[in-house]
């Protein structure tokens, strides 16, 4: 009995610091987080003048025509497609010497120049916070390590402090309790909404600290899954001859995407002038957001000949490594199970601010407490 109160003491020592100490960055993470969930559909509203095609009907013929057609208007050769995906209508396009997108309405053949809408900077922020709270490395380094620990060690120890032991407390550990007084309502709602998100939540905590720790998620999940690790790619071929006025146009490459995974949808090309480099191709399933695994292809191709250098495909990985490639983004955004479990990741996401709050509220009320009670009468 007493090694099991001593237990108890040192579960609920780690449970309130380890939530006082990183509450705020669980909270900022969380929020953005959720925010993050929907920003295919929030940023294609706020940017509907550039995402947003105007007809029904693609006027070009092909791919091709529609690169000619480009950079005729623009005057400048192509670096970089990214086709229509993830609620964005138009076509984008990057410039040589040029660092802005550019964004096509394939419907009316209208070229936007320079679009950089509200949406798209302010998600850009949301994302810098969510991943490193703007501090760069620094930040990845805090937020990395804060969500392995909210996993790990808060929620575990909170979901034994849940516990019911008790008849009592089994009928009010699943339920909150609304109609009680201001503070059993607040212990009822840091408890009974902790247990109801643990899994969400610890989904989340465990894929947003992968994202830092991916090489050391890798190698476990190797481990446990008796896995040999994918090799490195190696280019083995001799650029010493190569010569800029050799290399393919981005015609000529869109010509070479016909070659491989017809059955996919094309998702970018990224061309590129340095002679130790290569061209980029990728390709996926879907250009929706859908339920189940990512689908993602990526080709790495020489910019002379258009042999393949390098092959990364999700189905042709070990284990470990497939099972990163294909859910680590999957299930961070709860994309993996379609809008209800979508839903259901962006409430989980508020769910660090409940519980700071709530569990700031309850240590408050506790030093309060042992303050007015003499300490002969504790």
């Known amino acids: 009995m007493v090694k099991g109160r001593y237990i108890k003491k ?7 610091w380890l939530g006082l100490t990183s509450g705020l960055v669980l909270t900022i993470v969380g929020l953005t987080g959720s925010l993050y969930v929907f920003e295919p559909e929030i940023i294609s509203y706020l940017e509907r003048e550039l995402y947003q095609t105007k007809g029904q009907q693609n006027i070009f013929t092909d791919d091709i025509e529609m690169s000619l057609y480009v950079e005729e208007m623009a005057k400048k050769k192509i670096e970089s497609i990214q086709w229509p995906r993830r609620g964005r209508e138009t076509y984008t396009f990057k410039f040589f010497g040029d660092d802005h997108w550019y964004y096509l309405d394939q419907t009316t053949g209208k070229l936007t120049g320079n679009g950089t809408g509200l949406g798209k900077e302010v998600f850009e922020f949301i994302f810098r916070l969510h991943t490193s709270l703007t501090m760069g490395n620094t930040g990845r380094i805090i937020t990395g390590v ?14 034994y402090l849940w516990w019911p032991r008790t008849k009592t407390r089994r009928k009010i550990g699943f339920r909150i309790q609304w109609n009680a007084k201001p ?7 840091h408890n009974v909404n902790g247990f109801y998100f643990f899994l969400p939540l610890f989904f989340i905590g465990i894929t947003g600290g992968s994202f830092y720790f991916r ?14 690790p994918a090799k490195q790619s190696e280019v083995l ?11 393919m146009t981005v015609q000529q490459v869109l010509g070479e995407m016909d070659k491989y995974y017809e059955d996919y949808e094309r998702r970018n090309l990224w061309m590129t002038k340095e002679t130790e480099s290569s061209f980029s191709l990728a390709y996926q399933k879907r ?9 993602t292809i990526f080709l790495d191709i020489d910019p002379i000949s258009g042999k393949i250098l390098s092959e990364y495909h999700p189905d042709k990985l070990p284990t470990g490594d497939a099972i990163i490639a294909k859910w680590l983004l999957q299930v961070h955004f709860g994309e993996f ?3 209800p479990t979508r839903i259901l990741w962006c409430i989980a996401g508020l769910m660090p601010a409940l519980l700071t709050f709530t569990g700031a509220k309850i240590w408050l009320g506790r030093m309060y407490k042992r303050k007015r009670i003499p300490p002969k009468n504790r």
């Open 287 to 295: 250009t929706d957001i859908y339920p189940g695994p990512d689908t």
């Open 215 to 228: 090489d050391e998620v890798r190698w476990v999940l190797n481990k446990i899954t008796f896995s040999i």
């Open 10 to 16: 040192v579960v609920r020592k780690a449970h309130l």
């Open 183 to 189: 503070k059993i309502l607040n212990y009822s709602l």
């Open 237 to 247: 071929e001799d650029r010493s001859n190569y010569h800029l006025d050799d290399f």
């Open 337 to 339: 199970g379609g809008l």
């Open 146 to 159: 804060t969500s392995l620990l909210f996993a790990l060690v808060m929620l575990t120890t909170g979901l």
